[in-house]
Structures are given as structure tokens and as C-alpha cells.
């Protein structure tokens, strides 16, 4: 947990300097394939820095994030396994070092790509589970390109616009609330959301 605190930390002192759009742009490409914690937080303070620049600032997030995400796909597409069913040393290092990413939970997800597809790629881009695990393991399962990349697109982009949006609306004044409740508030809305879907599916 002090390991994580102090990349938090660390990700934050970029707002404060001249650098901070472009570490921005590189921790949200990265947080999609293998760093640990989302730029959210570093999207907040920058638009608290400049609010005339929040809606620039969730495009350069989005961008970053799927393309980083279609980095996470080709790691799982070309080097997760040695043979069908064998874990190559890039996947062995991933659920050794990276948090949260654990073989558990990789099996997991192979039944909810099964249930879900397309659903699962934009509930994970837009809720606090860990989108990494979501993008190495669609490549890793072959699930369509183009469905991931749509869904990675939307998920990332909802989630960072709305951040963006309401800083730009309401200030300094919301970031505690963002802070404590937002993840609470992505999780309450994509079941809304996708639940509506799934309603409409067997009521139809």
C-alpha cells in the first residue's frame, strides 16, 4: 500500500509543472495495459489548474487510454501464451507484479467475455475494475477487434468526459465528492445502464 502511495503522490507533483498534459497523455496509455493506478486524480487537479481546458484534457486522457488499450490487447493477443493453455513469462510477470492482476481473476474473465463482450469492455472502462485486465485478457481470449476498440472508446470516454465536466461545472467544490463517491456513482450507473439493456433484451 506505501508502494502505491507513493506513485500516487508521485502522479500528482506532475500538476504542478509545465509537463502536466503529457504525463497525463503517458499515464493514461500506460494505466490501460500495466500501471497501477488510474489518471483520474491527475485529471482533476489539472483541470482544477485550468478549467477552460477541461474537455481538452478528458480527449488527451481518452486518446491515451485506447491506445493503450490496444497496446493491452496485442500483449494478450501475441505474448500471453507459449501454447494454448501455457502462460508465457510475460503473463507470469504480470500476475507477480502488477496489483490486482491475479490468475483468479484472469479465468474469471473469460466467463464474463463469454456472458457479456461487449458490455464487459465498456463496464470495465467505465467503473473503477482494473481496465488493464479487461484489455491484455480480450486479446488473450481473440475477442473481436473492432467491438473491444468501440467499447474500450466509449467506456474511457464516459468516464473521463464526466469527470471533466463536472469540474468545469462545479470547481473545487465537487472534488471532495468526486473523490470519495465517484467510482460509487460509475459502478451505480453502468448497472442502471447495462441492466436497462438487459431488460429490454428478455422483455422484448
Known amino acids: 500500500m506505501h508502494f502505491l ?9 506532475w500538476a504542478e509543472t509545465p509537463y502536466g498534459p503529457v504525463a497525463l497523455f503517458i499515464l493514461s496509455f500506460a494505466e490501460a495495459s500495466f500501471f497501477p493506478i488510474p489518471p483520474d486524480a491527475l485529471l482533476i487537479a489539472l483541470i482544477l489548474g485550468a478549467q477552460h481546458k477541461a474537455f481538452k484534457f478528458a480527449l488527451n486522457c481518452t486518446i491515451a487510454s485506447v491506445l493503450g488499450a490496444i497496446l493491452g490487447y496485442a500483449i494478450g493477443y501475441f505474448i500471453w501464451w507459449n501454447s494454448p493453455g501455457e ?22 474473465v473469460q466467463t464474463l467475455f463469454e456472458a457479456w463482450d461487449f ?23 481473440n475477442i473481436n477487434f473492432v467491438m473491444f476498440l468501440i467499447a474500450a472508446l466509449i467506456g474511457r470516454a464516459g468516464r473521463f468526459f464526466l469527470v471533466a465536466f463536472l469540474i468545469w ?9 468526486i473523490d470519495k463517491y465517484f467510482n460509487w456513482l460509475a459502478v ?17
Open 5 to 13: 502511495r507513493r506513485i500516487y503522490d508521485w502522479m500528482l507533483h
Open 87 to 108: 502462460f508465457s513469462n510475460v503473463a507470469m510477470f504480470f500476475f507477480n507484479n502488477i496489483p490486482g492482476f491475479t490468475k483468479q481473476l484472469f479465468g474469471k
Open 119 to 141: 458490455w464487459i469492455i465498456f463496464t470495465a472502462g467505465f467503473t473503477p475494475i482494473p481496465f488493464k485486465v479487461f484489455t491484455i485478457s480480450g486479446g488473450a481470449f
Open 169 to 177: 461545472k462545479f470547481g473545487s467544490q465537487i472534488r471532495t465528492f
Open 188 to 204: 451505480a450507473f453502468t448497472v442502471l445502464l447495462v441492466g436497462g439493456f438487459v431488460l429490454i433484451k428478455f422483455a422484448f
